[in-house]
């Protein structure tokens, strides 16, 4: 006997909902016929092992969770994010090491007046993480003990770039060991707070060079350079375990990787990708030129370029489950908490556009849950840290699937119906007919199977 556990969304009236009994067959599939389509899962064939799903502390996010929620709030909202039974079961966060975008200020962790420099980094202080971030952080590793952090700054301190400022600027080349242990610094310290960084990257988009928020040209010669000859053996000196993903980019520039691991391949652990450009087919472009390098999926943020609910809770799905039938062992959102006005950003963004993962209203308080919620909701609460991707082949191309093996023994399986028609379907393992259902046009449904 096999139990199973699913849940459906609809549409915006229809979120993320268990499925009974009645509404699925766990025994005889539908009649074969031209309009059932047919999911085989293989367990026998597998790839990448997850370390999961979430989203970013940004200090926007942070600020809002731990500054403008009652207590009753804060602990309801943490709960549904992080804890694996009551909640989602986030598993990954992926924080800015200082500003990012989505901060009220322009800060590093070794702040400066014009001129000044300081080579021995006698004045790192991560105080300023001390106040949200890190409560936050802990309270998630609480939570949920399987929670990854990762970590990537945004821009190095200004007074290390050759714009003398964290705005704009490359890193300057005689300050490569200096901010080698800047991040050391940053590990340790964090893990004075008995956090430990699982991985970081150099740089945050490491080919762009915004003119309104922090940001660092980071050319894959120089990332290269960086990590081989300074970062990496910072790590080794200091005994740091912290893996080191390189880009942190978009899928548009799969040469950046390639270059970054043809020239320091033995000191990088693997790739971080974002999904603002080009096609998640990038992931194994580099995965197969490079095998054993991990595949991680770092950032992609919901917004008002696509227009709710259908068409972005859609892309979500779609993506989604192309970035875990590309290799990722992870898929990380952007910032967990916006307010009513996409914000905070830095003085001088201009209007915000992106999705938090939920939504606190400064102004009247309320806390809502966005679609990005319930669309992580459909892969992390069946698809758990450590589980193993295996085989699964629709045979209708507009039925996309993701499937994992959970440590368990458990199967987690991520359908969207990425169609304007209903469908019947009928999932099979190993060729056992498993279960029929139906699917609305634009449906997804997360299906926990385990033997009993």
């Known amino acids: 006997m096999t139990a199973f556990k699913i849940f459906k969304t609809t549409g915006e009236n229809d979120l993320f909902r268990p499925v009974s009994p009645e509404e699925y067959d766990p025994f005889e599939a539908a009649d074969d016929d031209s309009s059932t389509a047919t999911v085989q899962l293989d367990d026998r064939q597998t790839r990448q092992e997850m370390d999961g799903f979430g989203a970013s502390f940004t200090d926007a996010a942070a600020y809002l969770m731990n500054q403008k929620l009652t207590e009753e709030q804060l602990e309801e909202v943490m709960t549904r994010l992080f804890h694996p039974v009551k909640g989602i079961g986030l598993s990954v966060l992926r924080n800015p090491m200082g500003a990012s975008d989505y901060a009220r200020t322009v800060y590093s962790y070794n702040d400066l007046p014009d001129q000044h420099t ?110 081989q000859n300074h970062l990496k053996p910072a790590f080794v000196r200091s005994s740091l375990h912290t893996k080191i993903l390189c880009y942190d980019h978009n899928w548009d520039r799969p040469d950046y990787p390639l270059t970054v691991l043809e020239q320091a391949g033995e000191a990088v652990d693997g790739v971080a990708w974002h999904w603002y450009g080009g096609s998640a087919e990038a992931q194994s472009t580099v995965y197969e030129a490079f095998a054993g390098k991990e595949v991680h999926f770092t950032e992609g943020s919901g917004g008002e370029w696509i227009p709710p609910f259908e068409q972005a809770f859609s892309n979500v799905m779609r993506t989604g489950i192309q970035i875990l039938r590309n290799y990722s062992k992870s898929l990380v959102l952007w910032n967990m908490a916006l307010d009513e006005q996409n914000g905070p950003t830095v003085p001088g963004f201009g209007e915000s556009t992106c999705r938090g993962i939920v939504q606190i209203n400064q102004q009247t308080g ?21 589980a193993v991707y295996i085989d699964s082949i629709s045979s209708d191309t507009s039925l996309l699937s993701a499937a994992f093996r959970n440590t368990d023994g458990s199967t987690g399986l991520v359908l969207f119906n990425d169609t304007q028609e209903s469908r019947d379907v009928k999932i ?11 699917m609305e046009p634009k449906c997804a449904m997360s299906i926990l199977m385990k033997p009993e």
């Open 366 to 386: 309320e806390l809502a849950y966005t679609l990005d919620y319930y669309a992580l909701a459909h892969f992390s609460t069946v698809i758990r840290p450590k």
């Open 118 to 227: 300081d080579p021995e980094l006698s004045g790192f202080s991560i105080a300023h993480d001390e106040q949200d971030i890190i409560p936050l952080t802990r309270k998630a590793l609480a939570l949920n003990p399987e929670l990854k952090l990762f970590a990537s700054p945004w821009s190095a301190p200004g007074w290390m770039k050759t714009s003398g400022s964290m705005i704009t600027g490359q890193l300057k080349p005689e300050w490569y060991p200096a901010y080698a242990e800047y991040f050391v610094k940053y590990i340790q310290s964090y893990a004075a707070h008995g956090l430990q960084i699982y991985a970081i990257t150099p740089q945050n988009e490491a080919l762009y060079e915004p003119g309104h928020y922090p940001g660092m040209l980071m050319p894959a010669e120089a990332q290269a350079d960086f990590i």
């Open 428 to 438: 099979k393992l190993r060729d056992q007919e498993m279960l029929s259902l139906h």
